[in-house]
């Protein structure tokens, strides 16, 4: 296989990535000059060092050559630490933010759970989330938002979140909600607009 057809097959693993695109997105960089390459070459091969996963709500941070092992979102004290939001990706986490109404803290599942396949929990973060709720409990976590997807899967991975931390709801009294409406039926939150996110989750139930 050539270097034209390895860089292709890369590019075909990105999530929502067909054979067309990343054809196209190959030979695009064909196309640029050599500082550009140079610069995307280098970005790539120095985003592990410059960009950590946060140790709490697991997504993704530019530490700016510092070490800090927290994101600005979970090392800020003037977030409510009571409220934690389970979400699916980060950028979930940019959409919710970007609503401004939201004042607590986040988790970052990394995926859901197919209801066709529901056994299929590997991919998950269920022991991180797991010790994350025990050590919020500490602070005095008492409401965990589930904010999925609406949609089949994303309900299934709110009753899967659910039952895997059911001791510790019953135990502490958390509250469990969910987004409200105003996210359409098959809405994912990367794509829904600030205000409906802001109805959402001033309505949520
Ligand atoms: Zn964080």
């Known amino acids: 296989m050539n270097n034209l057809d390895k860089l292709i097959q890369h590019f075909e693993e990105f999530p929502g990535i067909g054979g067309r695109q990343a054809r196209r997105f190959a030979f695009h960089i064909l196309t640029l000059n050599n500082s550009d390459t140079q610069e995307i070459s280098e970005l790539i091969l120095n985003l592990r060092t410059s960009v950590a996963e946060c140790q709490s709500c697991r997504r993704f941070f530019s ?15 003037n977030r409510d630490h009571t409220k934690l939001m389970v979400v699916e990706r980060d950028s979930d986490i940019v959409a919710i ?3 401004n109404v939201y004042e607590g803290l986040y988790f970052v599942l990394g995926g859901t759970i197919p209801l066709l396949n529901s056994k299929d929990t590997n ?23 589930l904010a999925f997807a609406v949609n089949p899967d994303g309900e299934n991975t709110g009753r899967f979140v659910e039952s895997l931390l059911k001791d510790y709801i019953a135990e502490h009294s958390i509250t469990v909600s969910q987004l409200g409406r105003g996210l359409s039926t098959g809405s994912e939150l990367e794509y829904a607009d600030p205000e409906t996110i802001k109805n959402a989750l001033l309505n949520r139930h």
């Open 63 to 77: 530490r700016s050559g510092g070490t800090a092992v927290l994101c600005s979102i979970c090392s800020d004290p």
């Open 97 to 99: 933010e970007r609503s």
């Open 123 to 145: 991919s998950l973060r269920s022991g991180g989330l797991k010790t994350v709720v025990e050590s919020r409990i500490t602070e005095g976590l008492s409401e965990l938002i």
